[in-house]
């Protein structure tokens, strides 16, 4: 089975994402014209959208805070991260043991 060739909309955001342009102009079949805007982005070159406004960051996406302690401390608290996921796992064996009997 051969492979589906990339829509019209895919082949002028990457032209346009190649040569970084600022936006591009995409006509839809029934001849309807949009405009959309680029936003550098570090890891994907280009991002495009309907509007202009920046990209904002995503609320749901977790950032870790840097601690100010020592690296003596932060293994300390990787052990303790350990002990307690073992615990979890075990507890639920045992419950799925009980329901079995």
């Known amino acids: 089975m051969p492979k589906k060739g990339m829509n019209s909309f895919f082949k002028i955001m990457l032209d346009a994402k190649k040569k970084k342009l600022p936006s591009f102009v995409y006509t839809d079949k029934s001849g309807k014209s949009t405009t ?6 570090p890891m994907l070159g280009m991002v495009y959208k309907k509007s202009k406004s920046p990209l904002k960051p995503n609320p749901k996406m977790k950032t870790r805070k840097k601690s100010k302690s020592s690296k ?10 350990r002990k ?6 075990s507890k639920s064996r045992r419950k799925s043991k009980r329901k079995r009997r």
């Open 72 to 81: 003596a401390s932060k293994g300390k608290s990787r052990r303790r991260r």
């Open 36 to 41: 959309y805007y680029g936003h550098a982005h």
């Open 84 to 89: 307690s996921k073992s615990k979890r796992k």
